[in-house]
């Protein structure tokens, strides 16, 4: 999977909505101050950079290098931030953590291989922590559009065994199936506005369209996207709620 995000890093670290302060807070009341915590799937540390100073460490592991490059350089006053190459699948070489938080990340991994091997790594009162747009939330406007143009590129994705791509079965359902099926849910909204260089940035961070797939026809897609997304908006201008939800995810009681 590392080459799934080839040349993203620059463009998801910029771009990618961040989520709400009172998100973050949530997190780390779930975690507590005195915990080392595991983000699968770090990117450049959309969750473990806010979250660092409120636990005792964050592991941020991603496979792309060029991911944790960017963390560790937007890193560099948050030295409880340990950066580390590795993926979902060998959870067990790592050093030992409390909790597993997991942003936009989870959807594209082998979601239930991903979710048996926590149950013999955490401690008992060890939580797994999904952080991602509400399944509820409506498709951003532009999104239309985007999909004409990312249609056109003709650009196949890549899809892991029992990921969110190939299955669509909904996280809640996963969740429910797993070890760790006691759920408690979230929800953070936030009103942003959005112009054009803001809708196609992130769209350079996505594994259809990041610069390593697109290659020599980078310029020509962002052009045309400009072009596609002005067509349908002349204002250039979108303003919207994005909702953020988090899910925690526990072990049910054992049974006396």
């Known amino acids: 999977m590392a080459d799934l995000f080839g040349g993203a890093a620059p463009s998801y670290a910029k771009y990618r909505t961040r989520p709400p302060e009172p998100a973050i807070a949530h997190l780390a009341a779930a975690f507590g101050a005195d915990s080392t915590v595991l983000d699968l799937g770090c990117g450049p540390g ?18 792309d290098h060029g991911m944790l490059a960017e963390g560790r350089r937007l890193a560099r006053r948050s030295p409880n931030v340990r950066w580390m190459a590795g993926d979902s699948a060998r959870l067990g070489e790592l050093p030992a953590f409390d909790h597993v938080v997991m942003g936009r990340s989870f959807h594209w991994m082998d979601r239930r291989a991903v979710l048996a ?5 955490l401690p008992r009162d060890g939580v797994v922590v999904l952080v991602g747009p509400a399944a509820d939330e409506p498709e951003q406007p532009w999104e239309p559009a985007m999909r004409r143009v990312r249609d056109a590129s003709g650009i196949n994705t890549f899809t892991a065994s029992n990921s969110y791509q190939a299955t669509g079965e909904p996280r809640e359902a996963v969740l429910s199936g797993s070890p760790f099926r006691m759920l408690a849910r979230a929800r953070f909204e936030q009103r942003l506005t959005y112009d054009v260089t803001a809708v196609v940035g992130p769209q350079l961070s996505y594994p259809y369209t990041v610069p390593a797939a697109l290659g020599g026809r980078l310029e020509a897609f962002a052009e045309e996207a400009g072009r596609a997304l002005l067509a349908d908006r002349p204002s250039g201008r979108w303003d919207l709620t994005t909702v953020t939800e988090v899910v925690t995810a526990r072990r049910p009681p054992r049974s006396p």
Not at 47 to 60: C, Q, T
Not at 117 to 121: I, Y
């Open 117 to 121: 091997e926590p149950d013999a790594l």
């Open 46 to 63: 959309t969750l473990a950079i806010p979250l660092a100073g409120r636990v005792r460490e964050v592991l941020a592991v991603d496979p």
